[in-house]
């Protein structure tokens, strides 16, 4: 399955699996990457040495594969993470959490693809302009950190902004929502609920469970008021954290009730931590292997790309100028 | 183009117009049903004189074509208005804010067809065990009264929950969106804000223009504080209201603030009033007739319909029992 998005970043299936923090690790990547698809290791908080490894593991499990990189942008040591990335010749580095402006050129020039995510029309037309390779327009059904936009109305609204290849994520997790997602107009997609169930995946058995048993309506939004809103899956924690921001504590209180949340539903603890997951859990029933979701993805993919061939671009927008 | 829902509700075009309070009057429904569409006049709160003269002025326009009447369940005179969809010989009744369950059988035994409006595949299952004809699944990126789920996660678990058909709903604006919409297992669409700047829709000509000058960005949720969240277009008037909300007033002084701000944007205060519209607005940029916007949709439902079927439903989920 070929599209601009395998293309650019050299891989045989147009699936790019999300940059989780604290979950997406060596192996995971390396699982995906070995499938076909872009594996992306999440630097989230991690020490650079952590980083390092992982980047090992990977290409010990896909020795000929691109592996990618996830970066967040606010990260205080950002600057050398960015480094890092060019030292260990990483294949592609996406982006979140902040702007990659002051890197993208660094990067270019090590001849790493770069591929930020993407919440507003405005910020990956941007994007373009600054030398991005491929955006990542990621709706809010998504899990973990969120924008405002959906996937629905975000994607064919990004491809009339941009002239490089889009990447649909948020709410795709089986072939039927990948091949919805390049019907918009996508020439790719990106997954990360999708992934968390898979057998080389880290996180603890109660996380996977609370996500195959997930039905649509059980994820919630946290985070709203404070302005940094987060998709997990309903629990205690979730419910506590709303309760307390309703009441208005002050910013650094809530800091307080975030921190190190994620890392404890990670580790095993789906009550007292933050099960982040999207909107599209209820969809994923069963446990399967990366190799297995990449296919799945990659399929939709086709479908999607051939009918969106079929319909034509002018006829898709129905209006004159759409594609100006 | 023919799917269940065209030969459901007897339409050439399974493509439905959304019953938008103050706005969905006899001329827009008469327009949409006499291209081959469900036009839908909406209810709303207006007086039973006024939907029956809407009712006689939409077969004016279209004497051999369906018509349909939105009802919210949650008017305080909802069972004269059950009533008089019965002696108005209504075709299909749309459904929101509250539960049809009440009227179900009556209608039926009328030969009206049943379509209520859901956001969650728990509440379409009920609606099916209670004999709807076919669900409306909206996401959240619709203007006007929004539940929580997004259009491209909501729609594939209705259809994983439901036998009867369903009809997308909340981002559905041109080709491509009712074409994904389709893939995701839809069977027919419905759009609101695409309605809104078409020849036949008598909203202020500074409301229209707001919705053909709106970028992605630009809507805006309210009452998410109240538990009636309600998307629109960004203005002063929304401005005021998230503030309100945020020192979080009593409800009754809440209730004050909503009222008639819908009814004063459709009059043309668009500062001071509710401009409902979704997410999809920023991509409506040009003025056409409802027939235009028809054609195009269906057109998507096609080509969106005929792609998934050669996907086949068992690739579609990728999943074993997805479709139990």
Redesign the interface.
Known sequence: MKTRVSEILGIAAPVVQGGMAWIADGRLAGSVSAAGGLGVIAAGAAPLSWIEDQVRRARTLAPQAPIGLNIMMMRPDVEAVADLAVDLHIDAVTTGAGSPAAFIERWKAAGIKVVPVVA???AAARMQRLGADAVIAE???AGGHIG???????V???C?AVDIPVIAA???V????A???C???AEGVQAGTRFLTVDECGVAEAYKRKVLEA???DTIVTG??SGHPVRGLKNAWARSVRAQE?RAVDPAELEGIYAGSLRRAVEGDVAGGSCMA???A??V??RKTAA?VVR?LS??VA??V???G??GVD????????HA
């Open positions: 507003q029309a405005a709706g809010c059904e405002e936009m959906t996937t629905m109305a975000l064919p609204q990004v009339d948020g709410g795709i089986d072939a039927r929502t091949a919805a997602a019907m918009l107009g039905k649509d309506s709203r008021l309703r999207g909107q599209a209820g969809s029933r069963e297995h799945a399929s939709g479908a999607g051939a009918a969106r079929r319909m006829a898709a927008g129905d209006e004159e100028g759409v």
